[in-house]
């Protein structure tokens, strides 16, 4: 069958990666891709955002005409914005959430009342859309808190505060400034918990619940997990952290009673269910739900699936996951993400890309492309924030960082950096 893929980022690449090795792929497309999807699959021009009519009609369109059979949706904002639902056909398999669903990352302040209401373990929160009465909360709570913008925000709506000062100011930024646009709305503060951050990525087909290994994201920009917060620096997998015991907890104190809560609500939910988690104290608790694979946790991930993607999504998109059966490869897997100058701030775009083919041939990496474009000549450019990202497997966690690295080294554009600490809290 062919297959479409909704992005242009490195989750999409990865993605395609990894479902141009099933027998069942013909034709690869992606709707608009980058560089890297260009070398391994067809790129379309066709808008994805924002989802309205005509551009929902213009990829339904193309898909009855080249005999799509498999629509893959990797961002969120489509998502939330209902493209799932348009898509939908007797004779095509989307994969991915419809917009019912899609709110739990959509809306996050929906997401902790849902929460609530089952009593899923995470963070005591308030949530206000008034900014004078947040304001108020904020300066006077004087425990350190988390304040978050309500919509979506790029993975970048997030802000950590140690005081009532920093939460104020977090306050003004997210609904006065407008620093995350309409995500800003609303916001959530909830108290400040302690520990380690794990992504738990979980398959759901309506009934039935596949959880992948876990991965741990790194979202701090620099070094020793100092600065603001980003869409993720870098990833492994799997993580120690995460032991089958609480693993089994995750799946019958979470994502259970969440899938269950969704289904008595007359959602089904069909596609990733994403579990960011903090490992504290007193057990795991949810910092947020997202509706599609973890970026960079996914390119993570599937250098170490052992089995059919494509097979392995439709079952989750036609309610047979119970027929599925996944190994995974023992090794661990480093990915580190190359940035622009700038990022997760301002940055220029197409500055040269160097090295590439010398990186790619480092032992056991492989390079997903996230944000670069081709330029009239032929060259591999810079085109966003996060501009690689570059994984590699090793027979611990140290041996695939430092293969990583290595490769890293070999990759030259101006103003590139990226971190080299992938991994440290484990180690």
């Known amino acids: ?14 993605l395609g990666w990894k479902l141009k090795q ?3 792929c013909d034709r690869l497309f992606f709707a608009p891709g980058n560089a890297g999807t260009a070398q391994i699959g067809e790129n379309l021009d066709l808008a994805i955002e924002p989802v309205n009519t005509r551009n929902a009609d213009a990829i339904d369109f193309f898909c009855r005409h080249n005999n799509v059979g498999l629509v893959v949706i990797g961002p969120e904002d489509p998502l939330v914005a209902g493209l799932a639902d348009r898509l939908k056909h007797k004779s095509r398999a989307v994969f991915g959430p419809g917009a019912a669903a899609a709110r739990i990352e959509g809306d996050k302040a929906w997401s902790k009342q849902l929460m609530r209401s089952v009593a899923v373990p995470t963070s005591e929160a308030r949530i206000f859309r008034d900014p004078g009465a947040a304001l108020a909360f904020a300066e006077h709570h004087e425990t350190p808190v988390v304040v978050k913008a309500a919509g979506l925000a790029k993975g970048k709506g997030v802000i950590v505060t140690s005081n009532a000062g920093e ?29 380690q951050e794990v992504s738990v990525l979980a398959l759901v087909d309506g009934r039935n619940i596949y959880m992948l290994d876990t991965t741990q994201d790194h979202k701090q920009a620099f070094e020793g997990d100092e600065g603001p917060n980003t869409g993720g620096m870098g990833a492994y997998c799997p993580t120690p952290l995460m032991t089958d015991e609480l693993m089994s907890q995750v799946e019958s104190e979470i994502l259970v009673p969440t899938v269950d809560a969704l289904y008595r609500d007359g959602i089904t939910y069909r596609g990733v269910l994403y579990a960011g988690l903090m490992l504290t104290p007193g057990g795991p608790k949810v910092i947020e739900f997202n509706c599609r694979f973890g970026d960079p946790e996914i390119q993570a991930l599937l250098p170490r699936l052992k089995g059919d993607l494509a097979e392995l999504m439709l079952a989750t998109a036609e309610g047979r996951l119970d027929q599925v059966e996944l190994d995974w490869d023992r090794r661990a897997c480093c990915c580190v993400v190359i940035a622009s100058e700038g990022y997760p701030g301002p940055y220029e775009k197409g500055r040269v890309i160097e090295g590439l083919d010398q990186a790619a041939a480092e032992p056991e990496v492989v390079i997903f492309h ?19 990202n570059v994984c590699a497997l090793g027979d611990d966690l140290r041996q695939a960082r430092d293969r990583a690295n290595a490769a890293c080294g070999k990759v030259h554009f101006e103003g590139a950096w990226y971190r080299r600490d992938i991994g440290h809290r484990v180690m």
């Open 1 to 14: 069958m062919n297959i479409l893929i909704i992005g242009s980022g490195g989750r999409e690449h990865a």
């Open 370 to 388: 996230a944000g670069t474009a081709t330029d009239r000549s032929g060259q591999v450019v810079t085109a966003g924030g996060r501009v690689l």
């Open 167 to 195: 939460a104020a100011d977090a306050v003004r930024r997210i609904m006065i400034d407008r620093e995350f646009g309409d995500a800003g709305d609303a916001v959530v503060i909830e108290e400040r918990q302690t520990g």
């Open 22 to 24: 099933s027998p069942l």
